[in-house]
């Protein structure tokens, strides 16, 4: 099963609500301030970075970027973790064409009909 991580911010409940809305419920979290965080490995699965880059440190965020390109991996970046962001990529059709390139299926995205 496909998956998104989100690195970065604390309060990240609003973005996998979002991601829930449309199907997506395999979703991983990093703070990206901690240490210990540059010696995850970003899961096997994912399709999808979502990139917080208010809270999260730079050399994650360098670690972040290279893994994704080595991987072909979509990263969406956003200043700020809240749903209402989220919300406001969705409206202005920003994440729409990046979900459905990384995930491969338009059927499941509901602003199709």
């Known amino acids: 099963m496909s998956s998104v991580l989100i690195v970065g911010g604390d309060q990240v409940d609003g973005i ?3 991601f829930g809305n449309y199907g997506i419920d395999n979703i991983h979290h990093w703070s990206g301030r901690n240490g210990g965080d540059s010696n995850k490995v970003i899961p096997q699965n994912t399709k999808l970075i ?6 999260v440190n730079h050399s ?17 970046y956003i200043p700020s973790g809240s749903k209402e962001r989220m919300f406001d990529i969705i ?14 299926q338009k059927k499941w995205w509901p602003l199709n009909a």
Do not use: M
Not at 92 to 104: M, Y
């Open 50 to 55: 979502v990139l917080v880059t208010k809270w």
């Open 16 to 18: 996998k609500e979002v």
């Open 91 to 104: 409206k202005k059709d920003e994440l729409k064409p990046t979900i459905e390139s990384a995930f491969n």
């Open 60 to 76: 994650i965020t360098h670690k972040v970027k290279n893994y994704a390109s080595k991987r072909g991996i979509k990263i969406l």
